[in-house]
């Protein structure tokens, strides 16, 4: 019998305020559902301002100055991103669930690597 590891639907995104967006936006670890279109997270309610203030342009300049088309961000990884990278430093990380990361190490593993 082979168990199969079951695909993970959520990111973690750890946000990490550029140095000129300090002021406006403190350290934020959301988690996004690009296929049910959620952010979730203290914090969340910013960036989807964020993402409806961009959505009024219609399009954003990437850090390489070239545009991008917004359709729909919260289902599109590279619109979301373009969007955040206009603030923030971004982890992301798949897991299995908001507020659980999720390793492909066991706890005893991970001590074997400190």
Same mark, same amino acid.
């Given at each position: =019998?082979?168990?199969?590891? &079951?695909?993970?639907?959520?990111?973690?995104l750890e946000l990490i305020p550029l140095p000129s967006s300090e002021p406006k936006f403190?350290?934020?670890?959301?988690?996004?559902?690009?296929?049910?279109?959620?952010?979730?997270?203290?914090?969340?309610?910013?960036?989807?301002?964020?993402?409806? !203030?961009? =959505?009024?342009?219609?399009?954003?300049?990437?850090?390489?100055?070239?545009?991008?088309?917004?359709?729909d961000p919260l289902a599109k990884p590279s619109e979301l991103a373009a969007i955040l990278? &206009?603030?923030?430093?971004?982890?992301? &990380?798949?897991?299995?669930?908001?507020?659980?990361?999720?390793?492909?190490?066991? !706890?005893? !593993?991970?001590?074997?690597? &400190?």
């Amino acid at each position: =019998m082979t168990t199969e590891p &079951q695909p993970l639907h959520w990111i973690q995104l750890e946000l990490i305020p550029l140095p000129s967006s300090e002021p406006k936006f403190p350290e934020l670890l959301l988690w996004w559902n690009p296929d049910e279109k959620r952010l979730e997270g203290q914090g969340a309610e910013s960036i989807l301002q964020l993402i409806d !203030d961009a =959505m009024a342009l219609k399009r954003i300049n990437d850090s390489r100055f070239n545009h991008v088309e917004l359709t729909d961000p919260l289902a599109k990884p590279s619109e979301l991103a373009a969007i955040l990278a &206009q603030y923030f430093w971004v982890i992301p &990380q798949p897991v299995k669930s908001p507020g659980l990361p999720d390793s492909e190490f066991s !706890d005893k !593993d991970s001590r074997n690597l &400190q």
